[in-house]
């Protein structure tokens, strides 16, 4: 599952700098997360790190972009170059 940013954003630039995978970028109006580039942190964090510092919770499942945890390992690893532990 990649997440998404819903439009109550802020833009308040805590969530973009914190993303391993650098999934989040500024959009038009507010930030959005590139589905192909998001784990939710799999192999990284034990939770995603956007939804942990976002002040007005606004980072939900993206539910159009529904992955298993063994897909975002995978992802993981594409993207890292590395084996996921």
Known sequence: MALKILDTCVNCDVCEPV???KAITPGVQI???TPDRCTECVGH???PQCVEVC???CIIVDP???ESHEALLGKYEALTGE???
Do not use: Q, R, S
């Open 19 to 21: 993303c391993p995978n």
């Open 31 to 33: 930030y959005e997360i």
């Open 45 to 47: 964090f034990d939770a």
């Open 55 to 57: 002040p007005v919770e």
């Open 64 to 66: 159009e972009n529904v």
């Open 83 to 85: 084996e996921a532990k």
